[in-house]
């Protein structure tokens, strides 16, 4: 599984992000789980750990720039923060491309690591 989300510190998730994604139905997993904590209607933030991801498919940035419309079109409030902890630069030009097309729905920090140390972070904010 490309994302494994972890629940047992709420209200912070930790979702683990490994590999590559190997089929639409990764990414459609991904997002029923976000939209299944929308629904819960309680607050929550992400702590997201891509250092194991792999190379991500042009065509799942755009569908996350999409999906993250679609949510704020929803108007879905319980989303406090995100954290995205980054440990490979093209990750990090994803999430800038994604942003740029849709700013993200609530404020988030991309932290660059290396061997498991901050070395630079970038914030996002929604409009």
Do not use: Q
Not at 96 to 107: C, G, L, S, Y
């Amino acid at each position: 599984m490309w994302a494994t989300y972890n629940y047992d510190n709420l209200p912070n998730v930790h979702v683990t992000i490994s590999g590559v994604i190997e089929s639409d139905g990764d990414f459609s997993d991904f997002i029923e789980r976000w939209l299944s904590l929308f629904n819960t209607g309680e607050r929550f933030n992400f702590i997201f750990d891509t250092a194991n991801c792999g190379l991500i498919s042009i065509k799942y940035a755009i569908l996350m720039a999409y999906w993250i419309k679609k949510f704020k079109k929803k108007k879905y409030k319980n989303l406090e923060h995100s954290k995205i902890l980054v440990a490979n630069h093209s990750i990090i030009y994803l999430l800038r491309f994604i942003f740029f097309i849709e700013r993200p729905i609530a404020p988030v920090k991309v932290v660059y690591i290396k061997d498991n140390v901050e070395i630079s972070s970038e914030n996002f904010y929604p409009e």
